[in-house]
């Protein structure tokens, strides 16, 4: 059986959204910025989707979604426009992120910071979430922007976005959210969020790779980092990816219509699948099920290295993830453990499962009895594990 529970890397393409992309590779190929029949067949096809992403995000007509390749380049350019505009011209000098942001904002922020930019890393709480409150005593009159993410894509944690957009609404602070691993998981609306700036991106939710948007709220500004043609209002030059942008707006649409079922049953299935995970003794989940969005479980298993549950899964055809990058022999520890301050052992042995509404009950059945089995295998062969004084106190909230 092959098992796929890596859905907040990225999801299969819903069928239906595939069947709307087809015509646009070998029949309707125009770009739609030439003048002819075959540009002008993609005209009405691109306002439609259009439409259904502004839909998705209930955007008022008056305020932008621009087209981008992916939301590793909407995050990046929210944050070099506002250093643009605020911090290059000396308006302002500092922004405002977590520490848990994608690396598409980290390293971004990073790399600001070596041009004169100052950055606030906003810590976690031990639930792996930030806490609103805090940011107050970070915002200053030289904070041009505050960048926290919807969801967390380790832990599935829902950070306060609607306390951070009404901070930073009164204190006059542009607001950015990466909601990447919000949309079709939890409702995204802009109208009734203070939200200047959202990053989405078409593959985490059953949509084409290649395809992401950045929504701006009307008055705000956008510095564009692609020159060259007038695509986008002229924000984002390049030819359009019509395909991916239909893809995107059937993408959104049913993302938006299966809301209430991942809200439900994938939920439920969730639940199931991770009371069952914390009957096993030793493992610890972060975030509180109430406070997560209904796909996600982080799970450390002490005693077991990340990559070796993996390695076991991925033999019985299982795909999960341990969130950490692996590079050469250095196995690093998974980032939200590192930043809430898990000890060593705990933090190498988080593994992320990501649900989505294609997942079945045979499926979380079969991923049971092999985790199951590769706990036992691997607990057998630990050396860590071994060690461990029994009921040991991990400092981290055990079964919800
Ligand atoms: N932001 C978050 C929260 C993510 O989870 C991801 C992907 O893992 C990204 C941004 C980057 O998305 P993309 O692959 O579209 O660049």
């Known amino acids: 059986m092959k098992v796929y529970l890596d859905n907040n890397a990225t999801t299969i393409v819903d069928p239906y959204v595939f069947e709307e992309m087809e015509p646009f590779f070998v029949q309707k190929y125009g770009n739609p910025n030439s003048l002819h029949g075959f540009a ?28 981008t ?38 390293a971004t922020a990073k790399y600001l910071e ?19 409150r805090t940011l107050k005593d ?12 919807w969801v967390n894509n380790e832990t599935g944690a829902l950070f306060p976005v ?17 909601a990447v691993q919000a949309i079709g998981k939890t409702p995204v609306d802009v109208q009734s969020f203070n939200v200047d700036y959202l990053t989405m991106s078409a593959h985490k939710f059953h949509g084409p790779k290649g395809v992401g948007a950045l929504y701006m709220k009307k008055g705000r500004e956008l510095t564009p980092l692609m020159h060259g043609g007038s695509q986008m209002g002229g924000l984002r030059s390049g030819t359009l990816n019509v395909a991916g942008i239909v893809g995107m707006g059937k993408a959104m649409e049913q993302a938006v219509d299966a809301l209430g079922f991942e809200m439900s049953d994938i939920k439920d299935l969730r639940d199931r699948f991770e009371d069952e995970l914390l009957k096993i003794p030793d493992t610890f989940v972060v975030t509180p099920r109430e406070k997560r969005v209904p796909n996600t479980i982080l799970i450390s298993f002490r005693g077991i290295e990340g990559e070796a549950m993996l390695w076991d899964l991925n033999r019985a055809g299982i795909a999960a993830s341990t969130g950490s990058a692996c590079a050469s022999e250095d196995l ?40 199951l089995e590769a706990v036992k295998r691997l607990r057998g062969i630990s050396s860590s594990y071994a060690y461990a004084p029994e009921g040991h106190d991990s400092g981290l909230t055990k079964g919800h």
């Open 332 to 371: 690093q520890s998974n980032p939200v453990m590192e930043a809430i301050g898990a000890e060593a052992d705990l933090a190498h042995t988080a593994i992320r499962f990501s649900l989505s509404r294609y997942t079945t009950k045979e499926e979380i059945d079969y991923t049971i009895l092999v985790v």
């Open 162 to 178: 609607r306390e951070i957009g009404d901070i930073c609404a009164q204190k006059g602070v542009l607001f950015h959210t990466d």
């Open 69 to 106: 390749s992916c939301a590793t380049e909407s995050n990046n350019w929210v944050l070099k426009s506002v250093y643009f505009e605020y911090i290059l011209t000396g308006r302002k000098n500092h922004i405002i992120i977590s520490e848990v942001e994608h690396p598409s904002v980290i």
């Open 40 to 67: 002008s067949a993609t005209h009405e096809p691109l306002k439609i989707a259009m439409e259904k992403i502004y839909a998705g995000i209930n955007a008022p007509k008056e305020d932008s979604v621009v087209i």
């Open 114 to 132: 070596t041009l004169g930019c100052k950055v606030t890393y906003l810590p976690i709480n031990h639930e792996g979430i930030i806490e609103a």
């Open 138 to 149: 970070f915002i200053t009159n030289k904070t041009a922007l505050v960048s926290i993410m």
